[in-house]
């Protein structure tokens, strides 16, 4: 992979899309690095994913624009669904992804982000959806992720107006959950990450598949879709050393890697 690097932190995986003198933006050679990388998880080792860009401009400045230019409507078309495909299994990935946004998070950069399940950023944090100024529409999710994120008259001004917004304003509406000082910010991440790897992991991968399989369905599937989460919880190591030492005041042993049972 000469795009992305991957560094393991104890039980948290940092993945880093490393092209600087780009500002990380992404074409076909990114974007399948990208699905390398959490392809090569070992989920038995890992309980939570920070996912960052290199340097300190930029998270990712969006699509690469050189090597959209000159696509075909068949290629523009393929090219979305590559970038779609890898964002859906980043979104599904099994394991929370906390997106650290450094920088700029523009077109692709900020679909990337929003596949996430949490966003947190620094204070030069930039985000938008810029595509109708050069003539196309977002192509990797935003017009469907950003409306779900915020509300959707919001969604519909960024998206019509290609405007960019500022930290405070995506904390404001919702599109990140924190702001921290740039060089706080990777410590911050890995601070969040640990919190989720510290609890059982069949519970947190749980939530994380109730949560999103819920969210395409109507209320009374949903939580039948819980019910069900819920109810695998149980005769699992974590649930009855969770619960047993609960009830007796002792710190949990959760296992050292993760197990269906």
Partial sequence: MGFVTV??????????????????????????DLKAAFEGIDQNATRCVVLTGAGEKSFVAGADIGSMSTMTK?????????????????ENFPLPVIAAVNGFALGGGNELAMSCDIRICSD?????????GLGITPGFGGTQRLARLVSVG??????????NIDANEALR????????????LMDAALKLASQVAKNAPIAVRGCKKAVN?????????AVAIEEKIFGDCFETHDQVEGMTCFLSKEKPKPKAVFTNN
Wanted: net charge negative; aromatic share 6%; proline share 5%.
């Fill in 7 to 32: 560094e393991q932190k104890d039980a948290v995986t940092v993945v880093t899309i490393d092209r600087p003198q780009a500002l990380n933006a992404l074409n076909p050679e990114v974007l399948a």
């Fill in 74 to 90: 068949a290629e523009g078309e393929a090219f979305g669904k590559l970038g779609n495909d890898i964002f859906l299994m980043i």
């Fill in 124 to 132: 030069n944090a930039m985000f938008g959806q810029p595509e109708v």
């Fill in 154 to 163: 919001m969604a519909k001004q960024l998206l019509y107006t290609a405007r």
């Fill in 173 to 184: 509406i919702g599109l990140v959950n924190a702001v921290y000082p740039q060089a706080e």
């Fill in 213 to 221: 399989e819920g969210l395409q369905v109507s209320i009374d599937k």
